[in-house]
């Protein structure tokens, strides 16, 4: 007989009650197929039944080899470790189980049991009660709190008797935020949060399960919740910098600016040696009103010659080929080759490059492949996963594949890579992208820019970097809606509604109170016009009504919208007729996307170079009209094109044509402009040897 059918017809003796004639069967299947986990599973619960609990943990110990991430193997072999008494490895075990099946009842009963004979009695009450609650059936469960609550002993005679062992130095508040922990990092936010509250129900001073609660809050966007459990964190430890970090970026979300902005810098002046810390707070200065581009400079390069000048000093010299018209090779590193709005401008680059002359090398350092992710690997000619490196080890990895002109994706965003660039893995180093600005780096030889966003004779000294301008556009962008459901343009919501929408569904931390203010000012010129705004839920939203209340604006013309999928954030733009930009810092993704849907995005010209992206937007377009100088030009720019329907519904038909033959849509033209400023700065390079 084979091993399947020895096994079925043991399952069939084991439930008649034949425990020796199954148990020989169960043995007999195991002899073909050793690692099968189900025969090995029920033969020990055979054991188990007869004492022989050595031989049942041995049992499930090969099962769990077999199957790691069984749930119910883990489970039972958690239970077989209480019976033996050896309680730290029940514990460790039985948490594994929960972590890969946050659901299972009964291995969180037999958490509760473990704990119980350990003496953690409130662990144990908790565990109880989450068992109960995933179980309603499972009365054991209700039975076991009841006493405990009634003060009555441990969980003597439950299960084999077995001797107290050597418990582990891990408390239990500890060892369920652990299991937290494991569950948030794989993506278990909900369940994660069960067990950072049941933690700190044992343990309220546990700084990092309160940290770990906010930022499972702050990712689902609920920052209220979120800078408070942070706050409380901080108070418990001030030394915590994990919370700081995270409470800066909540506080940012919410619109609490100068907030974000103190904590920021608390983080950086408390650990001046953390370049991840710094790097956030250079990131968000441009959003920040009153912000300079010389304040951003100091502090780019207070950032290098903290974190980077050291590394560069190390870096060897490169033994390049500097032949000038040879085919080169350019790498691009970024994070963020998957489905992200960076996509939307890498892909159609990538897909026009000209490989014959160009060997493209891209370094995605994203844990979460996608649909995208294998889209741009197809335009590659290299393409290497290096999430696992580290920076040193990837700089030596690109400095193998003798990359000639290096180009950063993410400057000092999430998950940068600027200590890569930091070591000179390339002769040549470009940044692009991630914003419109400086790294600060003295090893980034070049920044890509546009005659918009720096105008020609514009001050860039405020850039480490040399200033190299694309002829047209610094983003050449693609919708990527080549899927189902995509909405379309849709007629002019004003004509139908009989009054004018306004909105923004920008990034709220670019919503300061100065904004805020301007747009009151619209509202009250186009009498009956309502906006809708993204804004998160709570505190946030509570500041935004009582400024426009403060400005005789009703509360019933402002419609505050959640965040929301890609789909969903297209389809809001058929219920707007006018959006207004940001400012300091501009939209820009987000206004390009307003555009592609028919809706003219109304803009203010900046001092810093973020806050010149809607010009250059504009410009490519053909519509200066659009652009305003001033808080007050603003207000006149949006009101007169409320007032003028005809032309607003004419821009509503031809916008997204206009994108399409615009060079804000031309990949191929785009590619060819900027593989011509590759080819220049490598001609230079050569020249200077």
Known sequence: MTAASLFELAVQFHRAGQVDRAELLYRGALEQAPGHGDALLLLS??????????????????????APNNALYLSHLGDVYRCLGRR???VAVLLMAVARKPDFAEAVFNLALTFEEQGDLDAAAACYERARDLEPGLLQAGERLASLREGRGAAAGIGPAAARGPESSLSASDALAAL???????????????WYRVALKLNPRMANAYTALGAIHADAGRFDEAIDDLRRALEIDRSFHVARDYLAAALGE??????????????????PDDPVAHSALLFNMPFWPNVTDSDILAEARAWNARHARPLAAQAPPHKTDRSADRRLRIGYVSPDFRTHVQSLF?????????????????YSSTDKPDNLTDRIRGHADVFREVAALDDAALAEVIRRDQIDILVDLTMHMTDRRVLVFARRPAPLQVCWLAYPGTTGLESMDYRLSDPFLDPPGANTGVYTEETLRLPDSFWCYDPLTDVPDVPDVSALPALAEGRVNFGCLNHFRKVNEGVLHVWTRVLAAVPRSRLMLMAPQGRARDRVRSIFEAGGVQLDRIELVDRCGRLDYLRRYREIDICLDTFPSNGHTTSLDALWMGVP???????????????CQAMNLGLPELIATTPEHYVRVASSLAEDLEHLGELRRTLRDRMKQSPL??????????ESIYRDIWRRFCARA
């Open 45 to 66: 619960v055979i054991t188990v039944q007869s004492g022989r609990l050595a031989e049942a943990a041995a049992l499930l110990e090969r099962a769990v080899r077999v």
């Open 88 to 90: 730290p490895q029940a």
């Open 180 to 194: 937290g922990e494991t569950l948030r990092l794989g993506g278990r936010s909900d369940d994660a949060a069960v």
């Open 254 to 271: 919410s619109g609490l600016l100068d907030e974000s902005q103190a904590m920021y810098r608390e983080a950086v002046a408390l650990c």
């Open 346 to 362: 890498t892909i159609p680059l990538f897909q026009n490059h000209d490989h014959r002359q160009f060997e493209i090398f891209c």
């Open 601 to 615: 995005v109304v803009t203010l010209a900046g001092e810093t170079v973020v806050g010149r992206a809607g010009v």
């Open 665 to 674: 849509m031309d990949g191929p033209r785009f590619a060819r402009n900027l």
